[in-house]
């Protein structure tokens, strides 16, 4: 029963996640008060948010480098609209359109013009954080009122309304990945995207979708952030791309597809987050926690392979 259950990505983050605040519990009288705790979780909501559509992403084969970028262009864009005398319902509304428009773009060139998705993805990484510095002549837009900040600055219940909005993505993201007929065709996609055609699954449509959603997802990502600074910076969003796939990766997604879920890819991010704030607390230099990351995908990609390799065997 306990090897069976070890099997299972998700209960193996648990347990692990458990042991290190066991450790940490006990090596810091810091790490259990509530003002690290929510800290932790205030950390890890930008890319949680954006992590619900990158699992569902993945599930289907494809993934998605220029979330970064799409946060940053978004966080600018709606600040420029506010800046241009428009009220912030309507600052939010742009930023997360123009997410969903490139999301849209990508989608396109990769399911329609069968573009490779790393190529794509790269090149609009690129190209969108090109076009935030070349609307902005690299300065960030700041004075976007208090009404604006509120979005990200918002305590409801003695948590900061980021934690909330990733709270309730999960749940929905996770619950239509389990239980929706439409959003579960993305594991037969990422499983053998030919039977899927052959099964009269619209595989190009439900692809464009995908990115679709995750450019939504990273647009709303780009006001929260921004709201939350009361800042739009033309360098955020900068390698987070990295950390969401890993916290995806991590949570039980393949490469190859046709894997993961929303509640694996929160908990991928909450181990991450809960190594960055550990080697915090015990003092290890800052420099370090990129190393980290980078290992800690590399660690995540060589059991998928390893965990592969077994199946066939």
């Not at 009269?200 to 995908?210: F, H, P, R, S, T």
């Not at 908990?267 to 800052?286: C, Q, Y």
Request: charged letters at 10%; glycine letters at 12%; aromatic letters at 8%.
């Amino acid at each position: 029963m306990i090897k069976k259950l070890l099997k299972q990505r998700e209960a193996a983050i648990v347990l692990i996640v458990l042991g290190l605040s066991i450790i940490m519990t006990i090596a810091s009288s810091v790490f259990l008060t509530y003002q690290n705790i929510v800290a932790l979780l205030l950390g890890m909501s930008i890319e949680v948010i954006i992590a619900v559509g990158m699992a569902n992403l993945m599930a289907s084969g494809g993934f998605d480098m220029s979330v970064g970028s799409i946060l940053a262009f978004s966080g600018v864009c709606a600040g420029l609209v506010l800046k241009a005398g428009m009220p912030p319902i309507v600052a939010v509304v742009v930023g997360i359109v123009i997410g969903g428009l490139v999301g849209l773009f990508n989608g396109f060139i990769i399911a329609k013009l069968e573009i490779n998705a790393f190529v794509t993805t790269l090149a609009s990484l690129s190209l969108f954080r090109g076009l935030t510095l070349i609307v902005t002549r690299g300065q960030n837009v700041t004075g976007l009122g208090d009404a604006f900040n509120a979005i990200g600055q918002k305590v409801v219940l003695g948590v900061q309304a980021p934690i909330w909005y990733a709270i309730i993505l999960v749940i929905i993201g996770d619950i239509l990945m389990r239980h929706s007929r439409f959003f579960r065709q993305n594991y037969y996609i990422g499983g053998n995207e030919k039977s899927a055609k052959l099964s009269g699954i619209k595989v190009i449509k439900i692809k464009i979708l995908n990115y679709v959603t995750v450019g939504l997802l990273a647009g709303f990502a780009g006001i929260v952030a921004t709201a939350r600074m009361g800042t739009a910076s033309v360098q955020q969003g900068t390698g987070l791309e990295l950390r969401v796939i890993t916290a995806v990766i991590i949570g039980g997604a393949s490469l190859q597809g046709g894997e993961g879920s929303v509640f694996g890819a929160f908990l991928g991010s909450l181990l991450m987050a809960l190594i960055t704030n550990s080697l915090t607390l015990l003092g290890v230099d800052i420099y370090w926690q990129t190393f980290v990351t980078g290992a800690t995908l590399l660690t995540a990609v060589l059991i998928d392979q390893l965990g592969k390799k077994r199946k066939k065997m």
